[in-house]
Nanobody, 118 residues
Framework: QVQLVESGGGLVQPGGSLRLSCVAS????????MGWYRQAPGKQRDMVAA??????TNYADFVKGRFTISRHNANEMYLQMNSLKPGDTAVYYC?????????????WGQGTQVTVSS
């Protein structure tokens, strides 16, 4: 099992910045991938950015050049969000993928609200 705790959301004006954090605990040694997703009201949950154990990264087109994902140690992940737009308003979720015994397990954090508004 993996437990995830997110922090760092809040209210910010357009053009501002926020940094989200996600700390994983539990069976962290077998984590293969960590990522951030977001979901706005009435919309599907979309991948924002992801990072693998070899530090490979992947970004959604709508955040390229503005957001940066990073990982510290085996269990800490961050999302630096710059040049925020009202369209970035959503609940942001931390996600972890873990491989064990040939099976893939998926875990989600509780979500943190990001609101971009003047």
């Amino acid at each position: 099992q993996v437990q995830l705790v997110e922090s760092g959301g809040g209210l910010v004006q357009p053009g501002g910045s926020l940094r989200l954090s996600c700390v994983a605990s539990g069976s962290i040694s077998s984590i293969s991938r960590m990522g951030w997703y977001r979901q706005a009201p009435g919309k599907q949950r979309d991948m924002v950015a992801a990072i693998t154990t070899d530090a490979g990264t992947n970004y959604a087109d709508f955040v390229k050049g503005r957001f940066t994902i990073s990982r510290h140690n085996a269990n800490e992940m961050y999302l630096q969000m710059n040049s925020l737009k009202p369209g970035d308003t959503a609940v942001y979720y931390c996600h972890v993928g873990r491989v064990s015994g040939g099976s893939y397990f998926s875990y989600w954090g509780q979500g943190t609200q990001v609101t971009v508004s003047s």
